[in-house]
C-alpha cells in the first residue's frame, strides 16, 4: 500500500497540473494531507462517494498519463545516474588531487542538474 501511494504521490508531481483542479484538490487531501473519505466530504461538503469518484479518476489519469508519457520513469533514471556519476567523479578526485578544479566544475554541473530534476 505505502509503495502505491509513493507512486502515485511521485506520479501527482509530475502530471498533477494536468489533472482538474477538484481532482489536484482531492488527490492532495487524499494522499497529501492524509484525510479520509469522510473528512473530505466534510472539508468540500461532497459527498465521500463523489471524493472517492473524483480521486480514483485522479489515479487513473496519473498512471494514463505515466503510461504515455513515461517522464516519472525517465527522471527517476536520470537521478540514479546522477548520482552514480557524482560518486564516480568524487573518486576520482581523491585520486587525482592535481585535477581537482576539472572535478569541482563536473561535480557542479551535476549539482545543477540533480537539482533541476528534483523541481
Given at each position: 500500500?505505502?509503495?502505491?501511494?509513493?507512486?502515485?504521490s511521485v506520479l501527482f508531481?509530475?502530471?498533477?497540473?494536468?489533472?482538474?483542479?477538484?481532482q489536484?484538490?482531492?488527490f492532495d487531501l487524499y494522499y497529501n494531507e492524509d484525510l479520509s473519505l469522510a473528512e473530505i466530504a466534510e472539508h468540500t461538503r461532497l459527498s465521500r462517494q463523489g471524493g472517492r469518484y473524483a480521486?480514483?479518476?485522479a489515479e487513473e489519469a496519473?498512471?494514463?498519463?505515466?503510461?504515455?508519457?513515461g517522464l516519472a520513469k525517465k527522471t527517476e533514471y536520470l537521478?540514479?545516474?546522477?548520482?552514480?556519476?557524482e560518486e564516480i567523479l568524487k573518486t576520482l578526485k581523491a585520486n587525482h588531487p592535481n585535477?581537482?578544479?576539472?572535478?569541482?566544475?563536473l561535480l557542479s554541473l551535476i549539482s545543477s542538474a540533480g537539482s533541476i530534476m528534483k523541481e
Open positions: 500500500m505505502f509503495e502505491k501511494n509513493l507512486r502515485l508531481d509530475a502530471y498533477g497540473s494536468l489533472l482538474t483542479s477538484d489536484q484538490n482531492m480521486i480514483k479518476h496519473l498512471i494514463n498519463y505515466e503510461e504515455k508519457l537521478q540514479e545516474n546522477l548520482l552514480t556519476a585535477e581537482s578544479n576539472e572535478f569541482d566544475r
